[in-house]
């Protein structure tokens, strides 16, 4: 059960108080054409049920085969890692039941893991870099897919019915444990950001995973304790289960670093628990109190031999490795001349992927910077998501900015195309026909609103003759506003000065 105590301490005061100790699982779902186990394809979006084997089934005589596939990826991320990689490793039966779990056991690796001792460098905002040290990548296998219908929250708890979908069951998973990090202080919610962060980039570069957290290709269990300054033993910790996006691990850690100085401070203990978080709320609710492996009851899987490594395999899948992140980061940097600000920027916002797959589709450095860090941002921050989650792809970028150049819409414009394309009223040409949006560049009409602006400003008309050129911007803004944004503001300026005899 939960702790009786759910009320909050303030961030700033939870910190006065207590030292958080971070510690994270992240399950990241292999891109393997079949499954960790059986032929089934693995594949995201069939129809429910579609995707499977008897073995994924569980069902009597049927014998588990390991992919060799979903061994080299987990190989590739333990040397990403820096992890010594087993030279033998084996598998065992995690004993539960659950109605996502058709076997009611789930293969995984509990004593022998075939990644091991590694660390990786994570660099927060302003540059600082927190090492963290990483226990043990294992490989296993995920769950099916359980829908609860009926109810209000799409929890269990209050639905009516379930529905299960097994597609997912035996899918590859790589299950990343850290050790104990301790020392990230008040900045330990960014670190959790930042950290899950870096995996995602790290098997996303590997190939290896798709790495779409709004998929569930890399989810998150965070785990928290707090213990008072000064004190070396462990507090009690919770297990905020699946997060799955960057932005609610941040939410998450920080929700239960203050929730546990609530309870602490209000006299009782923290339970042991899993917990789950809910976006709308930016909170955690209880699960179920947290098994520890011995409920368990992990034993060797019978069915499978051990996975044997040489130092040649591994040295052939270490030279399969692309560029590290962090150089891969650099080179960029460099190749589409960001300043060292601007670069960071991008990265602390999370686009430099989507900045790199828009300049790829054809757009310029400066055109794709400019999108993802203005306008993408901007609606990311009203909608409280992440820029990548607002629905803009490369391509779209690519084309509007195609129409800006041809002089068929121009910036202010191009921003209200995307707003129809994101309502879902077509392709930007659509939205242009229907909403009337092209760019006016014929003289008559620009002539019309030139004399009217000039009428209406005598004063700058008798400055812009006199020889202050620099002027004619409050004509040009009269002009756009009397075309609704609409007029080609180089054309509107060139016929300013054509009209009053000036050279521009």
Known sequence: MSAVTEEILSFEEAMEKYDPVLGFEVHVELNTKTKMFSSAPNVFGDEPNTAITPVDLGLPGVLPVVNKAAVESSIK?????????????TFARKQYFYPDTP???????????????????????????????????????????????????????????SLVDYNRAGVPLVEIVTKPIEGAGSRAPELAKA??????????????????????????????????????????????????????????????????????????????ETRHWHEDTRSTTSGRPKSDADDYRYFPEPDLLPVVTTEEWIEELRAQLPEPPAERRKRLKTDWGYSDAEFRDV??????????????????????RKWWMGEVSRRAKEA???????????????????????????????????DGVLAGEGTPEEVIEKRGLAVVSDDGPLLEAID?????????????????????????????????????????????????????
């Not at 870096?198 to 570069?205: G, T």
């Not at 009690?236 to 670093?257: C, G, Y």
């Open 77 to 89: 991320i333990g040397l990403a890692l820096g992890c010594k990689i087993a030279p033998s490793c």
């Open 103 to 161: 076997k009611n056991f789930q293969t995984s690796q509990y004593e022998d893991p075939i990644a091991f001792d590694g660390s990786i460098d994570i660099e927060l905002e302003d540059g600082t870099v927190f090492t963290v040290e990483i226990e043990r990548a294992h490989m296993e296998e995920d769950a099916g897919k359980l829908t609860h219908m009926g109810g209000a929250t799409g929890r269990i708890q209050g639905a009516d019915f």
């Open 195 to 272: 950290y899950v962060a870096a995996i995602r980039e790290i098997v996303k570069n590997l190939g290896v995973s798709d790495a779409k957290m709004e998929r569930g290709n890399v989810r998150c269990d965070a785990n928290v304790s707090l213990r008072p300054h000064g004190q070396e033993k462990f507090g009690t910790r919770s297990e905020t289960k699946n997060v799955n996006s960057l932005r609610a691990v941040e939410r998450a850690v920080r929700f239960e670093i203050q929730r546990h100085a609530a309870v602490l401070d209000s006299g009782e203990k923290v339970v042991q």
């Open 347 to 368: 990265v602390n916002a999370g686009v430099m992927d989507a900045i790199e797959e828009t300049i790829a589709a054809g757009a310029s450095a400066a055109v794709a």
């Open 384 to 418: 409280e998501v992440d820029p990548v989650d607002v629905g803009v792809t490369p391509e779209l970028i690519v084309e509007l900015d195609k129409l800006v150049q041809a002089g068929k819409i121009n910036d202010k414009l191009s921003r209200q195309v995307l």
């Open 452 to 504: 009217a602006a000039l009428a209406a400003q005598p004063d700058v008309a008798e400055k812009i003759r006199g020889g202050k050129v620099q002027a004619a911007g409050a004509i040009v803004g009269g002009v756009m506003k009397a075309t609704r944004g609409q007029a080609d503001a180089g054309r509107v300026r060139e016929l300013i000065f054509e009209r009053l005899g000036v050279q521009g």
